[in-house]
């Protein structure tokens, strides 16, 4: 089977930085399948993502993407001018033109059918993310990238967010690669699960990750989601994330992150 995207080794330095952001990362991406990262803030997640996608030097390895691959991508941040009028009809325009019944269906297909002639500013949280994700879609995407998508919607906002994304994969066959703080509902809603912290402290399926310690370490023995992200404090101890890859597919953590390097030493 071909990989939508094959990343070996990659490593990024973001300028100005005294270690790398992420080092070391393998990842893949199946067709249809929904991989989400989740990890701490500044663990390292929208860059590995803009890593994967070619949109930030790499200071080691590679990226091997599909020849041809059509990519839809919601960054996590998306600046709109607020002194600008801009209409939701004109920002699905944008980069790619669409005619009417394009842009009527798929506001349709993402749950916020008629919005065409609203102002973007003056969108709900929820329909705004709704109307990112359908921007996403009109390229008929073979890969949806969503960084942090429901940033800014409430639980049940949240929940039918990722079922939309599943009936999505279900219609249209788009492997999806989503960046998440929702833990609960994300570990659901996905195949795989990539726990970031600078370096893949585990990966596998939602049920082996959130039993792995690398896991419990990084969020909490509760992990009840989102709170949890921030209790976490980078000198969390390494020693027991090294024994998840015993359990769970990944490198050995202790041995690819540079902080990890300095536990183990110390
Ligand atoms: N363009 C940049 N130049 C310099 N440093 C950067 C740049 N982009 C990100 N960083 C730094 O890299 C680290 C990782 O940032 P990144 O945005 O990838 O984290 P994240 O896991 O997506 O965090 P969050 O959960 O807050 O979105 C942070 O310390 C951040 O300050
Ligand atoms: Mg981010």
Do not use: W
């Not at 989740?38 to 790499?58: D, E, F």
């Not at 991508?73 to 607020?82: A, L, N």
């Not at 009417?100 to 609203?118: I, K, Y």
């Not at 429901?150 to 492997?175: H, N």
């Amino acid at each position: 089977m071909n990989a939508l995207i094959d990343a070996r080794d990659l490593s990024v330095n973001h300028p100005g930085a005294d270690r790398p952001v992420i080092s070391h990362i393998d990842m893949h991406i199946d067709p249809a399948e929904i991989v989400t990262v989740v990890g701490p803030n500044g663990s390292g997640k929208s860059t590995l993502v803009r890593a994967l996608l070619g949109q930030v030097a790499l200071s080691s390895g590679k990226v091997e993407r599909l020849a041809g691959l059509r990519i839809g991508y919601v960054p996590q941040r998306v600046h709109i001018e607020r002194a600008m009028p801009m209409t939701v009809r004109r920002f699905l325009s944008l980069p790619l033109r669409v005619n009417d019944a394009q842009a009527a269906q798929v506001l349709e297909r993402t749950g916020v059918p008629g919005l065409e002639s609203r102002q973007i500013i003056s969108l709900s949280g929820g329909q705004f993310q709704r109307v990112l994700l359908a921007r996403a879609l009109l390229n008929a995407p073979q890969l949806l990238v969503l960084d942090e998508p429901t940033q800014g919607l409430d639980q049940p906002g949240i929940v039918a967010f990722y079922k939309l994304i599943e009936e999505v994969r279900a219609e249209t066959g788009a492997a999806v690669l989503m960046v998440s703080h929702d833990l609960l509902v994300v570990m659901r809603a996905s195949d795989r699960v990539v726990c970031l912290n600078g370096h893949v402290c585990c990966q596998g399926t939602p049920q082996a990750v959130s039993a792995a310690p690398a896991y419990r370490a990084l969020f909490g023995a509760e992990s009840r989601g989102t709170l949890a992200l921030y209790r976490h404090h980078h000198d969390h101890d390494h020693d027991d994330v090294g024994h998840v890859h015993e359990h769970v597919h990944g490198p050995d953590c202790a041995h690819d992150h540079a902080h990890a390097h300095d536990h183990a030493k110390g």
